[in-house]
């Protein structure tokens, strides 16, 4: 109950966010509510860096992810079927291939994900949120 609370004011917040800056609800989306959402995977997965855990860590961001487009939009579609903005599809889906393709030769040798690299993919991430901005 408290966690279907929280999920329709976290919806309605966005939505009022979006309207009082006159920004497209989607960039708010994929903004503002993705980053509020991710933060618990953002602690797990640093713990458990931390402990040594690479497993862990790298399970629950690619299992995350896996499970919030798979998952998740399969559970909204069948609880309400939605339409996908084509925009989305044009950016963002190959903005997730790329992010996928790039973690790829990592996966595969099973070479270590170090500071550079992790850097890399933050700037990487920062460039996205500054181009959904700017298309804003």
């Known amino acids: 109950m408290l966690l279907g609370v929280g999920a329709r004011l976290l919806t309605i917040g966005a939505v009022e966010l979006a ?17 509020g959402t991710s933060l618990p995977e953002v602690a797990a997965s640093i713990m458990a860096a931390l402990r040594r855990e690479p497993d862990i860590a790298l399970g629950n961001i690619v299992g995350s992810n896996v499970f919030n487009i798979l998952g998740i939009l399969g559970i909204t579609a069948l609880v309400q079927p939605i339409g996908l903005p084509w925009e989305s599809i044009q950016r963002d889906m190959w903005v997730m291939l790329g992010a996928s393709v790039l973690l790829w030769p990592f996966l595969v040798t099973g070479s270590r994900l170090g500071r550079r690299e992790g850097g890399v993919f933050l700037g990487l991430y920062v460039l996205y949120v500054a181009l959904l901005i700017r298309v804003a």
């Open 19 to 35: 309207r009082a800056f006159g920004v497209p609800e989607l960039i708010i989306g994929l903004t503002i509510v993705a980053l």
